[in-house]
């Protein structure tokens, strides 16, 4: 049994994850903002109020999660903003940056301390974050936020690699979720168990590498 820390997991892939991990006798504590009942069904422990921009209630976690060590940590919540070439709306950027990039570093940074020997972090990223993969423009808010979570995702990977604890930089696929208004091609429940097994077969030699859910090596 793991102990699973995860963030954003009120609904879609976060509230899928944390229902894999808890089925399979993980003990669960999920960080969001506000719960659903259909995250309050699964049993799994929640923290409440919990905005991942907010930097006191983050340095609060590690108080209300209680000492016992983290063996997985998902940093799963995230935002997106309209943002084209014609509207360009600069405090939609800097949300996402806010939400996607410099929350995720804060909250790991911050919990460093309780991580155990061998621990592992996943960042749910996408591959709109590839630069070259990009071959449609447009969404740069989100486009330049994932960027950033991947480039801090690969220098954690290298700066926790003494202490064994290893990094998974991880594209969900395009899932049906409401950040997709439902339009994606596969369900939270199959990304959901695509990503656990990601992390499940993480070690420190593959530390760093940007996964699809299911299993491709996606380029930069």
């Known amino acids: 049994m793991a102990r699973v820390v995860l963030t954003g997991g009120n609904r879609g892939i976060g509230l899928a994850m944390a229902g894999l991990f808890k089925e399979r006798g993980d003990e669960v504590s999920v960080l969001c903002r506000q719960s659903s009942s259909a995250l309050a069904a699964l049993g799994v422990h929640v923290l409440e109020n919990i905005d991942v921009t907010d930097q006191a209630a ?63 972090l996943a960042f749910i990223t996408s591959r709109m974050g590839s630069i070259a993969d ?53 369900s939270p429940e199959f990304s959901a168990a695509g ?6 077969e993480l070690t420190p030699k593959t530390t760093g590498t940007f996964w699809h859910a299911q299993g491709e090596v996606l380029p930069w």
Request: proline share 5%; no cysteine.
């Open 58 to 120: 983050i340095r609060d976690v590690p108080q209300q999660l209680g000492e016992s060590p983290i063996d997985i940590l998902v940093n799963n919540a995230g935002i997106m903003r309209s943002s084209t070439l014609q509207h360009l709306e600069v405090e939609g950027i800097r949300e996402q940056f806010e939400v996607n990039a410099i929350a995720p570093l804060f909250l790991a940074w911050s919990l460093l301390d309780r991580l155990s020997p061998n621990a592992k």
């Open 134 to 186: 990009n071959t449609s423009g447009g969404s740069y808010g989100y486009r330049m936020s994932k960027t950033a979570l991947n480039m801090a995702a690969t220098s954690l990977s290298h700066d926790l690699a003494p202490r064994n604890i290893s990094v998974a930089i991880l594209h969900p696929g395009y899932v049906q979720t409401d950040m997709t208004r439902n339009t994606g091609d596969v």
């Open 195 to 200: 990503l656990i097994q990601r992390i499940d």
